[in-house]
């Protein structure tokens, strides 16, 4: 039996280039599994049907590597569930390297995929390792520059001390609390728990929150 797994990110995302290139295989649509879920893990719903239906000899047809998913140490893991330990084969359509059904007598073909794909995973794990050192190096750049990072302080109205003062004295509620400082719920409430935290010391005017 053939099958065909798709997937894409979102729900917003669209499906047609890679549902085209499969359909012209004539794959029943019924065999067709179609995600539109993150690529984050394998914890997909459609994928996992597809798991539970597909048995030895079964061929599994993608239209790339990175639709299977997103981490290339989990696909390997998941490419040695399906062609070892459930003895179906794998066909890529856009890596022709990426596929085990060539010369499938003498097993090349699952022999060849299988180097491919721990290259592609070396490849993917040199890159992330690159990407993280260039993040490092940049932000040791900016904050050499004097760039700061983090939220920005809020500098607090004149008239602070004399709002929270009306606030714990249930003068005011939060909310017109909140209009007179011009604040957001969030930030009023961190102000709040600084403040709980210093006791009865109220903040001074123009202190950075």
């Not at 520059?145 to 009306?166: C, Q």
Request: positive net charge; charged residues 30%.
């Amino acid at each position: 039996m053939i099958y065909a797994y798709i997937r894409v990110s979102t729900t917003n995302q669209n499906i047609d280039r890679q549902y085209e290139d499969i359909k012209k295989l004539n794959i029943n649509d019924k065999c067709i599994y179609i995600d539109k879920e993150s690529g984050k893990d394998f914890n997909r719903t459609n994928y996992q049907k597809l798991i539970k239906t597909i048995k030895k000899d079964d061929l599994l047809i993608i239209k790339s590597i990175d639709r299977l998913g997103r981490n290339y140490e989990m696909i390997i893991e998941e490419w040695t569930r399906i062609t070892k330990i459930i003895g179906a084969d794998i066909k890529v359509l856009d890596m022709p390297l990426l596929d085990t059904t060539i010369d499938n007598k003498n097993l090349v073909g699952k022999f060849i995929s299988d180097i491919v794909l721990q290259i592609l995973s070396f490849v993917a794990e040199n890159e992330r390792n690159n990407i993280k050192q260039r993040q490092a190096e940049g932000i040791k750049i900016a904050k050499e520059k004097g760039v700061k990072f983090g939220r920005p302080k809020i500098l607090l109205p004149s008239n602070t001390n004399n709002v929270l003062e009306k606030y714990f004295n249930h003068e005011i509620n939060y909310k017109e609390a909140m209009s007179f400082l011009g604040l957001s719920h969030g930030t009023f409430f961190r102000l709040i728990k600084s403040s709980k935290q210093l006791s009865s010391e109220l903040y001074s005017p123009h202190t950075p929150l």
